[in-house]
């Protein structure tokens, strides 16, 4: 057997809830979100909460609710 070391536990990034639009622009690796995912890595690495090297971050986003619109305004 290999010397392992023990299992860092993984990192959770809260983002909130952010529109459709952006969540499916952080999926693909692009927009505002991507942005702040970035930042805070870049913090949480400055802080020595993880390190440089490979670690496991969770991203949690989530989709606001769509609002359902009336067919008669004021019901």
């Not at 952006?22 to 970035?38: C, F, I, P, T």
């Amino acid at each position: 057997m290999s010397d392992q070391s023990t299992p860092t536990p993984p990192v959770v990034v809260d983002l909130g809830r952010h529109r459709r639009k952006r969540v499916r622009q952080l999926r693909r690796g692009k927009g505002k979100l991507m942005d702040d995912v970035n930042g805070a890595l870049d913090d949480l690495r400055a802080a020595g909460t993880i390190s440089s090297a490979a670690q496991t971050v969770v991203v949690v986003v989530r989709q606001k609710r769509r609002r359902l619109r009336t067919l008669i305004p004021g019901l």
